[in-house]
């Protein structure tokens, strides 16, 4: 993925993250392998992103962490999708999806 | 919950902040270990996957530092880490501290100081209603006869034209001193200190409510209405220890029952008076002023009274008007401070520099500083720390350096200010200026120096994002090949101090000179152990200008009174000799015009001339040169003989001896004058000259001057001196005595001695010269500490190439003087820049100084002397440590 395009999605992060959460708990590597794979590959979190967005939605409370063993018996943290969090990506989706039928439209009718 | 969450999360980073911190480091740590575990997983060999792991990790510094930003209570937590860094970096330097500290200190204090006097005395002189549009005046004579010069005083008569037919004043006030108050408080009768009779619309005019009951209504001033007062604040503390009672009470004024009605708040003393009496606008007189319609200038108002005054001169031809004259207006402003104007002016200029002086000194520490530090940003600037991040970091430094500066400069102000009020010259300043720390100025001042510290603190972080990191990191901070500019930049500094100390030296300097030659001067009379005091007369003394058998009569009186009173001085044990005059020396203020009978001539002659008993001149201690002086004979007889002094003689009798020769005075012809007319006086003798002055020039003069027998005329103003053998204090204190055991009626007004009225005139000079003498030296540490500091600091970068010349074989003495005459060459330009400045500055100071030349070469070479050995030593101390350099400590140091 190009740089352009990275910078263009860079606010749906949280949204990405928080959706990442939904099924499951997931520690760091874990989120940023969920969104791989959701997204077919498209959309690559490194860590210098993504660990600065999990400790501010940790902070905002949408998430919550915790140390837990990892599939491989190693310690990890684990962030957990809380009350708040699942409001704020209802929230975040509807208006994701708002954007994206505006844009749609405004596609079409050019 | 959201805010909950928070707050504890803001509490959790604020005070947890190292469990934080290692939590972090272990979930960083865990992802590493996840990742490279994905890695093996994939089939990579242990080390390349915990190379490919923290390739895709990234820097983990910058990851840790991205997160820390991204913290709820970053900035609070940064400043707060920050201001532990400064008390670190603060124990570890502490003299740098303290040197910037002291110096801006000492900017802020002074300035603060003398601006604030400047805006008290400028801006906030009088308490009174819209005070700078007011204007006093005064009727000058510019004919070449007529005897006196100028009067301010005006009739009721001229007062009720100029108020009515003027159209440039919204209104106008008469006021006229009473200086013979005598209060009579059912036991004894006591003089109070002089009041003033106001036009009854004064008190309406100045705008300044009373603080107790009212003040005067039109009715008061009406003939024929119950005589009433107001008093002043000091007079109401002082004799009636504030007591509220006393309003509504009966006062026996002059004689008279007088009601006080009101009492006037402390910043009120309008015309120095203790109280003020009322007096109709139909009958008031005196001195006048005038508040201009806005927009009317001073010169159109003075044109307008001009014209009228014109008129009224055709219309009455009998009155008091010069055969030529024209009235000259002058604000109220510049008449009541115009004498400390220029002083003010000097000071503000002098502050102005040391201001100058501290904030490139402060610039110059900072940036030497910038420089040292540059490699410590930089490695800051690759771990991570964003620019926003340096720049705070510097301004919490920065700022902690300012305010403690501003702390200590706030201290300074405050003790600085008692102290200039305690010098300035009593009378210099109106009573009722207040000079008090004035708010806006302090800030104005604050601001300068958090700019200046601010600015400059921020150097080092502007410069590292202004390049790139890497060469800073891996190039020497001792190799300060690319600082050329800032190194220039610091010289020229150092230059601008030095010349802006040398001015401020060389004015101190200069003032310092003429002072002393101002003490030291010969007077030709001699001030020690001479008494003074005038008297305050009854108004039974007064008389009738119409009625000459009235004037007759007070003379006879007051003659009589003087024989008796001198003659009982005489007695008075420790007093030698005592005396009569009009006018205490060294003041004088009185010229006539001179005719002397068969010497006709074109220019005007004029001559001082002065009333005295026949003991003045040994009182004096004036010598006699020819003839004889008077006798108690001439006295008594009134006889018209005179004694001159060798100024006259040699000005009007140059190659001659004037005994024998009559001269006439032509200002006792003046019809107001209750003196013999048309009357020649015969020299009889001549006496040394002796120096005197005026109030509104400081220089000393001889002039020619005549005396007379006292009581050949009587006017009402005397004065008594008496020469004593033992301290002229301790006479002055039983003289109220000796007086009232002469005549009940009388009272002692104003006393002292001579020396003390001396004293008096060289405070102003003194003023100045403590002023700036102390700016001077403020001025010249901060040199020091400014050629100390760029000198330490160079040294400092030359560590390395001094060792290696040590190391080929350079002696001690070759370094120390090659570092003392890289140092003393910035020190001569600045020298050589001051110079040039004090030339072309000091002749504004001529009519300062006198008897020195504004450009003395003793003080020029004297300053430059001590700035040049001030500057030295500030270069020596670092040039020792740089001969204590250890050649293989500093090659190593790398």
């Known amino acids: 993925m190009n740089r352009e395009s990275t910078t263009l999605l860079q606010g749906t992060l949280d949204m990405r993250v928080l959706k990442s959460l939904v099924a499951s708990e997931l520690h760091g590597l874990g989120i940023s392998r969920r969104i791989q794979q959701i997204t077919g590959g498209t959309f690559l979190v490194k860590p210098g992103s993504l660990f600065p967005a999990l400790h501010r939605m940790e902070e905002e409370g949408w998430v919550s962490s915790f140390w837990g063993d990892s599939e491989n018996n190693r310690r990890a943290k684990y962030d957990r999708l809380s009350k708040c969090g699942r409001k704020r990506l209802e929230a975040e989706t509807k208006r994701w999806g708002r954007i994206c039928w505006a844009i749609a439209q405004a596609l079409e009718t050019s | 919950m959201p805010l909950f969450v928070k707050a504890r999360t803001l509490l959790r980073n604020l005070f947890l902040s190292h469990r934080v911190d290692s939590d972090f480091d272990r979930e960083v740590l865990s992802h590493l270990e996840l990742l490279v575990e994905e890695n093996i997983r994939a089939g990579m060999m242990p080390n390349e996957a915990n190379r490919a792991a923290r390739i895709e990790l990234g820097g983990i510094e910058q990851v840790k530092e991205r997160v820390r930003e991204a913290r709820v209570g970053n900035w609070l937590h940064s400043v707060i880490s920050d201001c532990r860094f400064v008390l670190r970096q603060l124990r570890k330097n502490p003299a740098f501290f303290a040197v910037a500290i002291l110096t801006l200190a000492l900017g802020i204090g002074a300035s603060t100081v003398v601006f604030s006097v400047v805006y008290n005395v400028f801006f906030d002189t009088f308490p009174y209603k819209d005070f700078d549009r007011s204007v006093?005046?005064?009727?000058?004579?510019?004919?070449?006869?007529?005897?006196?010069?100028?009067?301010?005083?005006?009739?009721?008569?001229?007062?009720?034209?100029?108020?009515?037919?003027?159209?440039?004043?919204?209104?106008?006030?008469?006021?006229?001193?009473?200086?013979?108050?005598?209060?009579?408080?059912?036991?004894?009768?006591?003089?109070?200190?002089?009041?003033?009779?106001?036009?009854?619309?004064?008190?309406?005019?100045?705008?300044?409510?009373?603080?107790l009951g009212r003040t005067f209504s039109e009715e008061d001033g009406r003939p024929g209405s119950p005589p009433v007062f107001v008093m002043n604040y000091r007079l109401w503390q002082r004799?009636?220890?504030?007591?509220?009672?006393?309003?509504?009470?009966?006062?026996?004024?002059?004689?008279?029952?007088?009601?006080?009605?009101?009492?006037?708040?402390?910043?009120?003393?309008?015309?120095?008076?203790?109280?003020?009496?009322?007096?109709?606008?139909?009958?008031?007189?005196?001195?006048?002023?005038?508040?201009?319609?806005?927009?009317?200038?001073?010169?159109?108002?003075?044109?307008?009274?001009?014209?009228?005054?014109?008129?009224?001169?055709?219309?009455?031809?009998?009155?008091?008007?010069?055969?030529?004259?024209?009235?000259?207006?002058?604000?109220?402003?510049?008449?009541?401070?115009?004498?400390?104007?220029?002083?003010?002016y000097a000071?503000?200029?002098?502050?102005?520099?040391?201001?100058?002086?501290?904030?490139?000194?402060?610039?110059?520490?900072?940036?030497?500083?910038?420089?040292?530090?540059?490699?410590e940003m930089a490695t800051r600037a690759a771990l991570g720390a964003t620019r926003s991040r340096l720049i705070g970091q510097l301004l919490v430094e920065s700022f902690a350096l300012a305010t403690a500066a501003a702390a200590a400069g706030c201290l300074l102000a405050y003790f600085g200010l008692q102290a200039v009020v305690a010098l300035i010259p009593r009378g210099a300043l109106p009573g009722e200026t207040i000079i008090r720390m004035n708010a806006p100025v302090f800030l104005l001042t604050?601001?300068?120096?958090?700019?200046?510290?601010?600015?400059?603190?921020?150097?080092?972080?502007?410069?590292?994002?202004?390049?790139?990191?890497?060469?800073?990191?891996?190039?020497?901070?001792?190799?300060?090949?690319?600082?050329?500019?800032?190194?220039?930049?610091?010289?020229?500094?150092?230059?601008?101090?030095?010349?802006?100390?040398?001015?401020?030296?060389?004015?101190?300097?200069?003032?310092?000179?003429?002072?002393?030659?101002?003490?030291?001067?010969?007077?030709?009379?001699?001030?020690?152990?001479?008494?003074?005091?005038?008297?305050?007369?009854?108004?039974a003394y007064d008389f009738d200008f119409a009625d000459p058998a009235s004037i007759a009569k007070a003379r006879l009186w007051k003659n009589s009174l003087t024989r008796r009173l001198l003659d009982r001085m005489k007695e008075f044990p420790g007093i030698v000799s005592a005396a009569e005059c009009i006018q205490e020396p060294p003041l004088r203020y009185d010229w006539s015009d001179l005719i002397i009978p068969g010497r006709p001539h074109i220019e005007r002659w004029e001559t001082r001339h002065e009333s005295v008993s026949e003991d003045y001149f040994q009182t004096l201690g004036l010598p006699l040169r020819r003839g004889r002086f008077f006798s108690q004979d001439d006295m008594t007889r009134a006889r018209y003989v005179a004694v001159v002094n060798e100024a006259f003689s040699r000005q009007y009798f140059p190659n001659q001896d004037p005994i024998g020769h009559r001269v006439k005075l032509q200002v006792l012809d003046r019809t107001f004058l209750d003196a013999p007319h048309d009357a020649y006086f015969e020299i009889v003798g001549i006496t040394?000259?002796?120096?005197?002055?005026?109030?509104?020039?400081?220089?000393?003069?001889?002039?020619?001057?005549?005396?007379?027998?006292?009581?050949?005329?009587?006017?009402?103003?005397?004065?008594?001196?008496?020469?004593?053998?033992?301290?002229?204090?301790?006479?002055?204190?039983?003289?109220?005595?000796?007086?009232?055991a002469i005549e009940p009626g009388i009272a002692v007004g104003t006393s002292g001695t001579l020396e003390?009225?001396?004293?008096e005139f060289y405070r102003g000079p003194q003023f100045e010269l403590v002023s700036l003498t102390a700016f001077a030296s403020i001025g010249l540490v901060l040199v020091v500490i400014g050629v100390f500091s760029v000198m330490a600091y160079t040294v400092s970068q030359q560590t390395h190439e001094i060792g290696i010349r040590m190391a080929m074989g350079a002696q001690q003495k070759h370094v120390l003087l090659s570092v003392l005459i890289n140092g003393f060459?910035?020190?001569?330009?600045?020298?050589?820049?001051?110079?040039a400045a004090s030339l072309a500055f000091t002749r504004f100071l001529s009519s300062q100084i006198s008897g020195v030349s504004p450009t003395d070469p003793w003080t020029f070479t004297a300053v430059a002397t001590l700035i040049a050995l001030v500057g030295l030593a500030g270069c020596y101390i670092p040039a020792r440590r740089a001969t204590r350099v250890n050649p293989m400590i500093a090659l190593r140091y790398e």
């Not at chain 2, 520099?353 to 490699?375: M, T, Y």
């Not at chain 2, 009402?716 to 004593?724: G, I, L």
């Not at chain 2, 060459?825 to 110079?835: E, Q």
Request: glycine residues 10%; charged residues 20%.
């Open chain 2, 136 to 211: 006093v005046f005064e009727i000058r004579n510019v004919a070449n006869v007529g005897g006196w010069k100028s009067r301010a005083f005006f009739s009721a008569e001229e007062f009720r034209a100029f108020r009515e037919q003027n159209h440039v004043f919204e209104d106008m006030i008469a006021h006229e001193d009473v200086s013979r108050l005598f209060y009579n408080d059912g036991k004894f009768t006591r003089l109070l200190p002089s009041g003033a009779m106001v036009t009854t619309n004064t008190f309406a005019y100045l705008g300044v409510p009373p603080l």
């Open chain 2, 239 to 344: 004799e009636f220890g504030s007591d509220r009672k006393i309003l509504g009470k009966s006062f026996i004024l002059r004689g008279r029952p007088t009601t006080l009605i009101g009492i006037m708040p402390p910043r009120f003393n309008a015309f120095n008076a203790s109280l003020w009496m009322p007096e109709s606008l139909d009958r008031g007189g005196g001195s006048l002023m005038g508040r201009l319609m806005p927009g009317i200038s001073v010169r159109a108002a003075g044109a307008e009274l001009d014209a009228i005054a014109h008129r009224l001169q055709k219309s009455n031809p009998g009155g008091i008007f010069p055969e030529k004259f024209t009235i000259v207006p002058e604000t109220l402003h510049d008449s009541s401070i115009g004498g400390l104007k220029k002083t003010l």
């Open chain 2, 347 to 375: 000071l503000l200029a002098a502050v102005f520099l040391l201001l100058l002086i501290a904030c490139s000194n402060v610039a110059n520490l900072l940036l030497s500083r910038a420089i040292v530090r540059e490699r």
């Open chain 2, 446 to 539: 604050l601001g300068v120096a958090f700019l200046t510290t601010i600015l400059c603190g921020l150097a080092p972080a502007l410069h590292v994002f202004r390049g790139d990191v890497q060469p800073r990191l891996t190039a020497s901070t001792k190799h300060a090949g690319g600082h050329f500019r800032h190194g220039k930049l610091r010289g020229r500094l150092v230059v601008g101090e030095v010349a802006l100390s040398m001015v401020l030296l060389i004015v101190a300097g200069l003032l310092m000179r003429s002072f002393l030659v101002l003490t030291r001067v010969d007077l030709g009379f001699d001030p020690k152990n001479v008494l003074y005091f005038r008297l305050a007369l009854p108004d």
């Open chain 2, 688 to 740: 040394g000259d002796y120096k005197t002055r005026d109030y509104e020039n400081s220089r000393w003069h001889k002039f020619p001057e005549v005396f007379i027998p006292y009581s050949v005329q009587g006017f009402s103003w005397r004065t008594f001196m008496a020469r004593t053998s033992i301290d002229p204090r301790l006479v002055l204190k039983s003289m109220g005595e000796e007086v009232r």
């Open chain 2, 756 to 759: 003390e009225s001396l004293h």
């Open chain 2, 825 to 835: 060459r910035l020190v001569a330009a600045g020298i050589l820049t001051g110079f």
